[in-house]
């Protein structure tokens, strides 16, 4: 298969992701979509690397994911703070950060 | 064969995606992004990079799902798509939902643009030649000297982030108040590791100090 086409999986991702980012309330499914924008990111990374046949695309994917297992931890720890705390689990009811 | 290989699982990532974000309950959207990663794995495998291939399974379908998972149970998908039903789709919601697609598609056709028009040889191409053996491009010992020689700081750089985050995670997730104050007797101070064992106690009132 030529690198095209992952690519083009790769942008469908990310689009798909960011469409979710924009449109979803609920901050767990906006956690969901950022996962697939880095996972449409990872997937470019991959090909590039693939393209010119070293291993450096793999090393940015592997921070790639690292970076985004912070941050899941990071966001479900807040969402269970703000359940804890019974506010709205809805992004558009959040909008002041007082504490 | 590779190509029959990659478009069921291209089909399998998108479907995936699309699932995660139309789907209503965050339970059955925590469902549909393991069914993307594992299709997304298989991508990568096609893509030789099996080592990455194999921590996208173990590290992001296993481990970091489930943390999804037990998030999504113990908060529970109701109060979301509680305040979204009651909300209905009213005219601003479905403008800015509509507003949010038609943003998508133009991100999306220009991506398509700069990543397929580039007019870049390479990109149509099959990439870099590849052969076999245990330390070929993508295999775990490919990546970990890489890891370990090349790219040693970024190593530890992932390391001491996930260590802040994991701090970061406990500290904002602990129970603040709720239980009334701490006890006193029970808390350790840095002065109970100097003075002598038993000092203070029933014990040394009747003579028998441990």
């Known amino acids: 298969m030529s690198i095209a086409w992952y690519l083009a999986v790769s942008a469908i991702v990310f689009c798909v992701g960011a469409v979710g980012v924009m449109t979803r309330r609920n901050p767990l499914v906006v956690l969901l979509c950022l996962e697939l924008m880095l996972n449409g990111a990872n997937l470019a990374l991959i090909a590039f690397s693939r393209m010119w046949g070293n291993g450096d695309g793999q090393i940015l994917a592997l921070v790639v994911m690292t970076v985004a297992a912070c941050e899941v931890c990071i966001g479900l720890g807040m969402i269970v703070a703000i359940y804890r705390r019974h506010l709205p689990i809805d992004v558009d009811e959040l909008r002041e950060l007082q504490g | ?210």
């Open chain 2, 1 to 210: 064969m590779s190509s029959v290989v990659f478009f069921i699982a291209a089909i399998g990532v998108i479907s995936g995606a699309i699932g995660v974000v139309m789907l209503r309950d965050p339970f059955y959207s925590v469902l549909a992004l393991v069914a993307h990663l594992l299709s997304l794995a298989v991508l990568f495998l096609l893509l030789r990079s099996e080592f990455v291939a194999a921590v996208q399974v173990v590290v992001y379908a296993g481990a970091v799902m489930v943390l999804y998972v037990f998030v999504v149970a113990y908060v529970g998908g109701e109060s979301g798509s509680l305040s979204e039903r009651l909300r209905g789709p009213g005219p601003v919601g479905s403008g800015l939902r509509l507003g949010g697609a038609i943003l998508g598609g133009a991100l999306l056709v220009e991506l398509l643009i700069a990543l397929l028009g580039t007019g870049l040889e390479a990109i149509n191409g099959q990439g870099a030649g590849y052969s076999g053996g245990p330390h070929a491009f993508g295999t775990p010992a490919y990546i970990g000297k890489l890891l370990l020689t090349r790219f040693l700081l970024a190593f530890e750089v992932a390391s001491f982030l996930l260590l802040i985050a994991a701090v970061g995670a406990v500290v904002l997730a602990r129970r603040r108040g709720g239980l009334g104050e701490e006890d006193e007797a029970d808390r350790m101070t840095p002065l109970d590791l100097l003075r002598p064992q038993g000092t203070g106690t029933m014990a040394e009132g009747v003579g028998r100090r441990p």
